[in-house]
């Protein structure tokens, strides 16, 4: 959750209080927040509506281990959901081109995975499943984090690959993947991995400034 999800968030938490006969306090309030903010408010809603609809568990009130059991259920549908998609851009598209994901946190793992040309480069379906449970495995460890709100890394297919090289060729339009508009929004953030600076090469680059400088004061 974000700065701005809070007043939604007290809202949730007066609602869920009055329902059990609870008071809010401000202490109870933080302590929710904290154990919770790693989660979207969306999330955090529906696991609060799953806790209180469940024939058992609604009975009791909803600890935060609570919550964050049903929001952790959630998460691996999120997680199944983009790789189904995942899988059928590589099925549908391929690698020829480039592709515009409606969720950001796909072009992030994809990177992390070799980029979108490689992912499609599977040669059966075995190879399918490993690369199918490492996108999950990374989706669900970094859902709800700050890597989520990271600007969105271009995946290049083979086609702008190509022309990339060649003088003056035009860039070939991305396909979009899922729901359209939220694709076209990712695509105004999308970052060329040419641009991206990692850590190692920061470091790289701090050291080669700082030799300079000694050599300039020698």
Wanted: charged share 25%.
């Amino acid at each position: 959750m974000q700065v701005q999800d809070m007043e939604k968030f007290s809202q949730i938490l007066s609602w869920v209080f009055a329902y059990y006969e609870k008071d809010l306090t401000d202490l109870t309030f933080e302590m929710y927040w904290n154990g919770l903010k790693d989660y979207s408010i969306d999330e955090v809603q529906a696991a609060f509506n799953a806790h209180m609809q469940h024939p058992e568990d609604g009975k009791w009130w909803p600890k935060v281990s609570d919550i964050i059991k049903n929001c952790k259920g959630g998460t691996q549908d999120n997680a199944l959901r983009a790789w189904n998609e995942v899988e059928t851009a590589i099925r549908k598209v391929g690698a020829y081109q480039d592709v515009v994901f409606h969720d950001p946190l796909i072009h992030q793992i994809i990177h992390k995975m070799g980029g979108w040309m490689a992912l499609c480069d599977i040669p059966d379906e075995k190879s399918l499943v490993f690369k199918a449970n490492e996108f999950k495995n990374a989706y669900r460890a970094l859902y709800g984090t700050p890597a989520q709100q990271q600007p969105p890394i271009e995946l290049t297919g083979i086609i702008n690959a190509q022309n990339a090289k060649i003088k003056g060729a035009k860039k070939a339009p991305p396909v979009l993947i899922g729901n359209p508009e939220q694709a076209k929004e990712v695509m105004k953030r999308l970052q060329s991995p040419d641009n991206l600076i990692t850590i190692s090469q920061a470091t790289e680059k701090l050291v080669k400034n700082l030799q300079n400088s000694t050599n300039a004061a020698k």
